[in-house]
Each structure stands twice: as structure tokens, then as C-alpha cells.
């Protein structure tokens, strides 16, 4: 187990590269399954989302061969169905698009139920089912697997409105329709950056997939995917990470190799805060020298406030002057972070989907636990905000999603180091 210590209240200078999308990423793997033959994914980061689902191919017999850190060549020609177990959907969510990929390339699918949700409310699938059905399959829900069989062993195109925009759904029966006989129209579908790659990476591999990033999608099914080369976008929410850390701490920071474009949602608010954003090519020039002025946020789909960077953005508002709101519509129960900003001086109350957050000069460092991917990696923000010394605990949910975290704060100034927590010899080993 490790721990962070951070040593906060310095400013952040520097360059920061962004990786892969870790939300692209966890899908392609996936759709990997479907293609007969090698492709290979430039831009994959190494996180260990990616690394679990890695394995999950391995054991359905997929050949994976490492070039560099972030390429790989996956070659699922000879996979063969199998389940994917509990222990594996437990530990990352991403793992029911191989529901999706399965029923797309075999017309059946067996996969565990993915676990309880880490915001602390559900995180249903009713929509992912009610897709698979319309495509023809016979989905049971038993002994906490889904089972889903295509009739005939091939799934049929169909249309399908979702009831609730979805980003998993929309790229679970993406997935499925890939390789379905006919045309599939999909709507109130998730428009989010990641689906638009989702459907270019399919496509680059044989498929016919139009309108992703609109609210309607529609796949004309293909007999099969063939192989071929693609690179990941870069992640939106890593990059707006090291943006809300750059609002908190001060500085001035060149986020790299990024698209521009799916950060407004995030640049306009840092901007109504009072930070400073230029466009340059493919970068962000963020720098923060003034207050902090307060604002509210409401979390939406693409394009609009992404939900998983609210508890970054919170850990800016509370230091912002003033009092800020923030609205959660996404998931009914995202604000687990608030007690532990507590504990370091944060004025925040909770009401069911609102936050109130009274901004306050400073934060003070304190014994802090990371509750989800998301609420760790804004911990990180407050904790290099904070004045004094900071201890993050449960650093494994922020290893989910960022890749080399340690470093490429530290390369900004970040005084941040990983501890393994001494095992029961008493040892304490340095693994930063
Ligand atoms: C994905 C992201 C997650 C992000 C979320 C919203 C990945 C791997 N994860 O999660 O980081 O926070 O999008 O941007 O990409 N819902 C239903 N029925 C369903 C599916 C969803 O009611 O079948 C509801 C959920 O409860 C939630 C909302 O729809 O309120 C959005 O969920 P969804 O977009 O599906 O999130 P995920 O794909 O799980």
C-alpha cells in the first residue's frame, strides 16, 4: 500500500504532457476483442484500469505485445468467449464493454455485474440491457452475471432511444452494433469526446459508425473488424486536473498536447474564477496570479461541466472569495470529498445534490483518505493548495485513472512523494 505526502502552498511553473484518455482507453481495449487481427494502440496510458483489462484479454487468449510505454499491439484473432469474472468487474467498471464486444463478436456474452458504485449511490445498466435486448439478444440477470445470447448467434440493427443519456450505454450497444446485420440507430446518445473516439477507433477498424458526438448514432453492421493502427485522444479531465491545480496553487503552466476544444467546458469556469487561459496550438498556457473569484457549476453530459471534474473544481472554490454552489445532476450522491476538505479548513455543507462551499483563505494540510478516482485526484489539488503537510491514503483509486501522477507534479514544483505504508516488518520503503 502507499500513501502520498505532499508539502503544500508552493506555486506550480512548467509544462505538463497529457496522457491517452483513460476513459477512451478502457473502451478500445474492450473493442479490441472484436477485431480479427493485430491493432495496434498508440497513447494508451499506463494506469491500472488499463492494466486489468489487459489481463481480462490475456485470459480470453488475446496476444498482447508491448512496443513502447503507451503502444501496444493486441491481436484477437484466435480469442475465444469466456466469462469475465466477478474479481475483474469489481475492481473496474469499464469492464462491462465487454458485454458489448462479446455479444458483438461471438453473439454471447457471460460478464460479472460490475460492483458497487465508488460516489456512493448505483450505477444502474438498465440501459446497456435495454439496448442488447433491442438488438435481438436474451439477456438474464442471474447469480450476478449478465448472460446475453444473440438469437441465431448474430445480433440484428435496431433503434433504440435511451432514456437517460449514458456514456456507458452509448458505447456498450456501439459495440454491439458494430458487427449486428443491418443498421442500429441509437438516440439521446452521450456525445462526450471518448464516444467520437470510441466510433473513429471502430472505424478505423472496418466499421461504419456515423454521428458520434451528435445526439443520434447510427452503425450499419459489418461482417467483422479488421486490424489496423490508432492512436488515443488525449484525457479531458486529466488535463483539467493539472488546470484546477494550477488555479489552486498559482503559477503558470503549459498543459501539452491536448485538444483544445474539449476543455472549454472546464476553461470557461476557471476562467469566470479568475484565471488566465490562452489557446497556443495544441496547448493550454494556465496561469493564475490574483483571488480567486467564487462561482457555481452544474454538472452535465458533454458539452457540458463533466461531472468527474467536480471535486476538482471544488477544491478551487474553496479557496475562491465568496460563496460558490455547485450542483451534482449526474450522480445523486458525488460529495463523499467534503468531510475530508474539512478536515483542512474547507467551509463546505452538503445538501443532497448541492454543495455550498464558503471559500476561506487557506487550507490548512491534514490525514486525508481518497474516496474515489476522482475525489483523490482533488485532494492532490488541495493538498498542494494547502499550506503545511498533507497525507493521502487510499492512492490506489487515483492509480486507477493518472498516469505517473508523482512526476509530473513534481516537474511542476509539486512537492509531492509516494510512501509505501511500512509493512508489518515495520519497513518503510520509498516508491516515488
Ligand atoms: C462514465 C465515466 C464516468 C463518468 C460518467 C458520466 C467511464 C469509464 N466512466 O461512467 O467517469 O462520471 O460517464 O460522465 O467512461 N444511468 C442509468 N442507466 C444506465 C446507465 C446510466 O440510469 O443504464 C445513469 C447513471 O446512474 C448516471 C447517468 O446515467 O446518473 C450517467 O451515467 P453514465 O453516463 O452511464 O456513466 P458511466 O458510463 O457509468
Known amino acids: 500500500m502507499t500513501k502520498y505526502i505532499v508539502e503544500g502552498?508552493?506555486?506550480?511553473?512548467?509544462?505538463?504532457?497529457?496522457?491517452?484518455?483513460?476513459?477512451?482507453?478502457?473502451?478500445?481495449?474492450?473493442?479490441?476483442?472484436?477485431?480479427?487481427?493485430?491493432?495496434?494502440?498508440?497513447?494508451?496510458?499506463?494506469?491500472?484500469?488499463?492494466?486489468?483489462?489487459?489481463?481480462i484479454l490475456r485470459d480470453l487468449g488475446a496476444r498482447i505485445r508491448t512496443i513502447n510505454a503507451n503502444t501496444m499491439e493486441i491481436d484477437c484473432s484466435s480469442v475465444r468467449n469466456g466469462q469475465v469474472p466477478y474479481e475483474a468487474a469489481r475492481r473496474c467498471r469499464a469492464s462491462c464493454y465487454m458485454m458489448g464486444a462479446l455479444l458483438?463478436?461471438?453473439?454471447?456474452?457471460?460478464?460479472?455485474?460490475?460492483?458497487?458504485?465508488?460516489?456512493?449511490?448505483?450505477?444502474?445498466?438498465?440501459?446497456?440491457?435495454?439496448?442488447?435486448?433491442?438488438?435481438?439478444?436474451?439477456?438474464?440477470?442471474?447469480?450476478?452475471?449478465?448472460?446475453?445470447q444473440a438469437k441465431d448467434g448474430r445480433l440484428i440493427g435496431s433503434s433504440i432511444f435511451l432514456d437517460k443519456v449514458s456514456v456507458g450505454a452509448t458505447i456498450n450497444i456501439m459495440l454491439a452494433a458494430a458487427t449486428a446485420e443491418g443498421l442500429t440507430v441509437i438516440e439521446n446518445v452521450?456525445?462526450?469526446?471518448?464516444?467520437?473516439?470510441?466510433?473513429?477507433?471502430?472505424?478505423?477498424?472496418g466499421a461504419n459508425i456515423r454521428g458520434a458526438g451528435t445526439d443520434v448514432i447510427k452503425v450499419r453492421g459489418v461482417e467483422?473488424?479488421?486490424?489496423?493502427?490508432?492512436?488515443?485522444?488525449?484525457?479531458?479531465?486529466?488535463?483539467?486536473?493539472?488546470?484546477?491545480?494550477?488555479?489552486a496553487c498559482g503559477g503558470q503552466v503549459t498543459i501539452r498536447d491536448i485538444i483544445?476544444?474539449?476543455m472549454d467546458c472546464i476553461s470557461a469556469k476557471l476562467q469566470e474564477m479568475g484565471v488566465e487561459i490562452q489557446e497556443i496550438e495544441d496547448s493550454l498556457l494556465v496561469r493564475r496570479v490574483g483571488p480567486l473569484n467564487k462561482t457555481n457549476i452544474k454538472t452535465m453530459p458533454y458539452p457540458g461541466f463533466p461531472t468527474d471534474m467536480q471535486p476538482q473544481l471544488a477544491a478551487v472554490l474553496c479557496l475562491a472569495q465568496g460563496t460558490s454552489i455547485i450542483t451534482e445532476s449526474v450522480w445523486s450522491s458525488r460529495f463523499r470529498y467534503a468531510d475530508e476538505?474539512?478536515?483542512?479548513?474547507?467551509?463546505?455543507?452538503?445538501?443532497?445534490?448541492?454543495?455550498?462551499?464558503?471559500?476561506v483563505e487557506r487550507l490548512s494540510g491534514a490525514k486525508i483518505e481518497a474516496c474515489d478516482l476522482r475525489a483523490g485526484a482533488a485532494m492532490i489539488v488541495a493538498a498542494l493548495a494547502a499550506q503545511g503537510t498533507s497525507e493521502i491514503t487510499n492512492v490506489q483509486y487515483i492509480e486507477r485513472g493518472y498516469e505517473d501522477v508523482i512526476n509530473k507534479f513534481r516537474l511542476l514544483g509539486g512537492r509531492i512523494a509516494a510512501v509505501e505504508i511500512p509493512d508489518e516488518s515495520g519497513d518503510v520503503r520509498n516508491a516515488s
Open 104 to 148: 458483438g463478436r461471438f453473439g454471447q456474452a457471460e460478464v460479472a455485474l460490475p460492483g458497487g458504485c465508488d460516489f456512493g449511490g448505483t450505477r444502474p445498466i438498465d440501459q446497456h440491457l435495454k439496448g442488447f435486448k433491442a438488438l435481438g439478444a436474451q439477456v438474464e440477470v442471474q447469480s450476478g452475471f449478465v448472460n446475453a
Open 190 to 205: 452521450a456525445k462526450e469526446p471518448h464516444i467520437v473516439d470510441v466510433a473513429n477507433f471502430l472505424n478505423s477498424m
Open 224 to 247: 467483422s473488424l479488421h486490424g489496423g493502427t490508432y492512436s488515443i485522444i488525449p484525457d479531458q479531465i486529466e488535463a483539467g486536473t493539472y488546470m484546477a491545480a494550477v488555479a
Open 341 to 359: 476538505f474539512k478536515r483542512m479548513g474547507a467551509q463546505i455543507q452538503v445538501n443532497e445534490n448541492l454543495a455550498i462551499i464558503e471559500g
Open 260 to 262: 483544445p476544444k474539449h
Open 9 to 55: 502552498g508552493s506555486p506550480l511553473f512548467g509544462e505538463v504532457h497529457v496522457s491517452g484518455a483513460k476513459n477512451a482507453a478502457v473502451a478500445i481495449i474492450p473493442a479490441a476483442v472484436m477485431v480479427r487481427g493485430v491493432c495496434r494502440i498508440e497513447n494508451i496510458p499506463q494506469i491500472s484500469d488499463v492494466t486489468l483489462l489487459l489481463s
